[in-house]
């Protein structure tokens, strides 16, 4: 089957555009997640889908994030009026029902790069 | 809160030796605890994780993990190294408490395996 799918794979933009990251999730998957990966911060937490429920934003670091998913599926991330801090590899992964010890299996990552 | 300790940047070591790779973790809660593994330009890839039961966790591709409660720690050893082990490895603890269900993620060790 196929795994947890991203897109773009590389955007870059210019400072002060907004951006939108795609990920879809592995079929099945409840729970869905953001992390972004940064030199020098390592992998963050950004946000957290289960279900229905209201989505964890606890991760996001400023309110130019935003993340939505439809469907209990498909989840796009946003990130507003970008700056150059925002340039990372930004990873989506889902699990199967977020229950105890689920693996969270990724995907390949957007690459972001704000100019 | 949880954290993660992975205390080497980097390993060295030659193809046909053992290896380990460092990780030592604080929760307030039970530990769930993960190992990933990313090779360049690819996701993260689940290795293995311990939830409970016997403290020697096996894994994908050979890799094994032993969980130290009293040291808090959770190194990954392989008892012959490959080349294309040379990656770079994180490791990832929850104790799934509250409503968030995310991975606070070590800032990685990069392994390399010289022939």
């Known amino acids: 089957g196929a795994g947890v799918s991203q897109s773009p794979s590389n955007k870059v933009t210019e400072k002060g555009k907004d951006v939108e990251l795609r990920c879809d999730p592995i079929s099945g998957h409840t729970a869905l997640y953001w992390y972004r990966q940064s030199l020098g911060q390592g992998l963050e937490f950004l946000i957290y889908?289960?279900?229905?429920?209201?989505?964890?934003k606890s991760g996001l670091p400023s309110d130019r994030f935003s993340a939505e998913r439809t469907g209990g599926s498909v989840s796009t991330l946003t990130i507003q009026r970008t700056q150059q801090e925002d340039s990372a590899v930004y990873l989506c992964?889902?699990?199967?029902?977020?229950?105890?010890?689920?693996?969270?299996?990724f995907g390949p990552g957007t690459r972001l790069t704000v100019l | 809160a949880q954290s993660v300790a992975q205390p080497e940047d980097q390993v060295n070591v030659a193809e046909g030796n053992p290896l380990t790779v460092k990780c030592t973790y604080s929760?307030?809660?039970?530990?769930?605890l993960f190992w990933y593994v990313q090779y360049p330009n690819r996701g993260l890839q689940f290795l293995l994780k311990y939830i409970t039961g016997d403290n020697l966790v096996k894994g994908s591709y050979g890799f094994e993990a032993e969980f130290n409660k009293s040291q808090t720690s959770f190194h990954l050893k392989k008892p012959s190294a490959l080349v294309s082990d040379s990656a770079l490895y994180f490791c990832a603890v929850s104790d799934f408490s509250g409503s968030a269900r995310q991975l606070t993620f070590g800032s990685g060790t990069q392994l390399t395996v010289l022939p």
């Open positions: 992964a889902s699990s199967l029902a977020a229950t105890l010890g689920d693996e969270q299996f």
């Open positions: 889908f289960q279900g229905n429920s209201a989505p964890d």
């Open positions: 929760v307030s809660g039970n530990p769930y």
